[in-house]
């Protein structure tokens, strides 16, 4: 029996219901989209100058990593890119050093055939679900990806970039092996998302603490303040002998995964001692872990090999490999996962558990594609080989030549230059230390003397486009050169 009281509650549910309904109205009422899209297709047609670009980024936009003031205060504004150099709004030229987030493996001139590529995909099939559709692209890369991988890594499952591949990496190893202990370097970088950033090592895992539950860290063959040995023999054993303890602390049986940069990359460019890959390849293979090498930032041609895992003495074949910048010069966000042929049969009747709507977007993979061969007809793998002693070459120059200069190291057109205050070797920042008025100097003098470089705490990066020539190295060295002619005036003797 409908009673009085119903009556008067649904009557007031009606009055609010279109009370709600004429507010939306009302305040939809208020856009006026043709006039946004008139004021636009004005913006389109203008062009910005410096002050109007920085003030829009400031009242716009957040930076990663840095407070947007400060970061937008000194940003340099890239109005476009050729080859390896850019240029800003007045002109300037810069020359890339760092292949920006060492990625523009390929430097800053698109190849014809990649865009091509792009394009004929956008008019083709611009966007298929990845969850119940596939694309002749995805076919075809995917073959090229397991002609390039050794062993039997002939698998792969494609994400947005390479944070979201190694989290894909964490979820396909604790599945696989029904464990959730995953082991990580300190020494070490994975990306920004939550699983990525637990496995990072260094600072800047602290803003996101607590973070994943499952993560321990361990100790690297070359610790900051320390060594295992004086030799690399030492350092192989002593560091594994390490590695081998904390597992015994923690569980084998417990320990799905070991997340690797084969080569460090932005924690110091370290490539492994001998018998270092091999030796974690054997207590996985004892252990049921799982071996995962993090190629996002040595994959393609970086450190002088296909694969920084290739930086061995013996055949290393990781169990799963995670890739992105290098996989298409970063034309557009791509990362992948690949896997053996094993962990892939599990797949095949598991569900992966992962999944996200950019997954496998024909248009990237179809840049990496075409990246990928002109990558292998232009022989830029050579190039890098080539250009290795060069490198090495004008790094010894520099520590010649500049008593702030306290040693480098390199592998490929990979490097970094660590720097001193004293001849005591003590760094101007320590680690993770305030900022030094002689480093934040150094930084602005690259960049007024037309060089872009990343400055991470006493060091620099040399890490240009994998197709830079002989005179353009000469000519990145020679800034590096006159702005540590300042940097020496600030050494303690």
């Keep these: 029996m409908i009673t009085r009281g119903v009556i008067k509650n649904i009557k007031t549910s009606s009055v609010l219901i279109n009370s709600i309904k004429s507010t939306q109205r009302s305040f939809s009422s208020k856009v006026n989209y043709d006039e ?3 004021k636009h297709l004005k913006i389109s047609e203008k062009k910005f100058n410096k002050k109007e670009i920085i003030q829009t980024i400031k009242d716009n936009t957040l930076f990663s990593w840095n407070p947007t003031e400060a970061a937008a205060n000194k940003a340099l504004i890239m109005e476009k890119g050729e080859g390896v150099y850019f240029y800003d709004t007045d002109g300037k030229k810069y020359i890339d050093f760092n292949s920006q987030a060492m990625c523009s493996n390929l430097g800053h ?14 008019r083709s099939a611009a966007y298929a679900y990845p969850c119940s559709i596939v694309t002749p692209i995805k076919a075809k890369l995917s073959m090229l990806l397991a002609d390039l991988f050794p062993g039997d890594i002939n698998h792969f499952y494609y994400t947005s970039g390479g944070a979201e591949s190694n989290e894909t990496a964490m979820r396909m190893a604790r599945l696989f092996t029904g464990r959730h202990k995953i082991l990580a370097r300190y020494r070490s970088y994975h990306g920004a998302t939550l699983g990525a950033m637990t496995l990072t090592g260094d600072p800047r895992r602290w803003n996101s603490e607590p973070g994943a539950s499952g993560v321990v860290h361990f100790m690297d063959p070359y610790p900051y303040s320390f060594k295992w040995g004086e030799t690399e023999e030492q350092i192989t054993e002593m560091s594994l002998k390490y590695l081998r303890e904390t597992i015994s602390y923690e569980g084998a049986k ?11 990359g932005t924690n110091g460019i370290l490539k492994p001692p001998k018998g270092y ?20 930032m040595n994959g393609f041609g970086r450190t002088g090999e296909m694969f920084g895992f290739m930086n061995s003495q013996e055949e290393v074949i990781p169990d799963i490999v995670t890739m992105a910048k290098g996989i298409n010069g970063a034309y557009l966000p791509l990362g992948a996962v690949g896997c053996r042929d094993r962990i892939a049969d599990h797949f095949k009747v598991n569900p992966i558990g992962i999944g996200s709507t950019y997954n496998s977007h024909p248009v990237t993979l179809a840049s990496a594609y075409a990246a990928l061969q002109y990558f292998l007809k232009n022989r830029v793998l050579d190039n890098v080989k080539t250009l290795e002693p060069v490198l090495k070459k004008h790094m010894e120059q520099l520590k010649q030549r500049h008593p702030t200069v306290k040693s480098y190291r390199s592998l490929g057109l990979f490097g970094i230059v660590e720097l001193q205050k004293n001849s005591k070797g003590e760094p101007f920042i320590e680690y993770n230390g305030p900022p030094h008025p002689a480093m934040t100097k150094l930084s602005s003098d690259f960049v007024e003397n037309g060089l872009y470089t990343l400055c991470r ?12 020539n002989e005179k353009e190295l000469k000519e990145g060295f020679e800034i590096l050169d006159k702005s540590l002619t300042n940097l020496d005036k600030y050494f303690e003797k």
């Design 109 to 122: 001139t698109v190849p014809e055939e990649v865009i091509k590529a792009i394009e004929e995909q956008l």
């Design 254 to 264: 417990n320990i799905a995964a070991i997340f690797i940069e084969p080569v460090t």
């Design 36 to 38: 946004i899209y008139k």
């Design 277 to 296: 890959l091999e030796g974690i390849r054997k207590i996985c293979d004892e252990t049921g872990i799982l071996m995962v090498c993090d190629e996002v």
């Design 457 to 468: 705490w006493s060091s620099f990066f040399t890490n240009p486009p994998l197709t830079i």
